[in-house]
Nanobody
Framework: QVQLVESGGGSVQTGGSLRLSCTAS????????MGWFRQAQGKEREAVAG???????RYEDSVKGRFTISKDNGENTLYLEMISLKPEDTAMYYC???????????????????WGQGTQVTVSS
């Protein structure tokens, strides 16, 4: 059974920073394509960032230059470093892993099979 456990969410003020972590088990899933998504209250889940097995990354336009996705395969952990946070970044953030894809065709949720429970990020103005 695949488990993804997120941590690192919290409340910050505009301009603040947070680092989210996601630990994957079994460990092999941390080596496949993984991603971060978010869902604000009353809105649909949207992609934030994705990372391929070789470390190639892609980002949703609104977070480019502010968020950085990375993986530590030795620790089976996915990270999302977030700086210059804005109130519109407020959402539940979810880690996701793919069963099939090692190189993501895109950042659609349909390419991901496993999801964590989420960690809340709140940015106040």
């Amino acid at each position: 059974q695949v488990q993804l456990v997120e941590s690192g969410g919290g409340s910050v003020q505009t301009g603040g920073s947070l680092r989210l972590s996601c630990t994957a088990s079994p460990t092999t899933y941390s080596r496949r394509a993984m991603g971060w998504f978010r869902q604000a209250q009353g809105k649909e889940r949207e992609a934030v960032a994705g990372i391929d097995t070789d470390g190639s990354t892609r980002y949703e336009d609104s977070v480019k230059g502010r968020f950085t996705i990375s993986k530590d395969n030795g620790e089976n952990t996915l990270y999302l470093e977030m700086i210059s946070l804005k109130p519109e970044d407020t959402a539940m953030y979810y880690c996701a892993a793919s069963e099939k894809w090692w190189y993501l065709p895109g950042l659609s949720p349909r390419f991901f099979d496993y999801w964590g429970q989420g960690t809340q990020v709140t940015v106040s103005s």
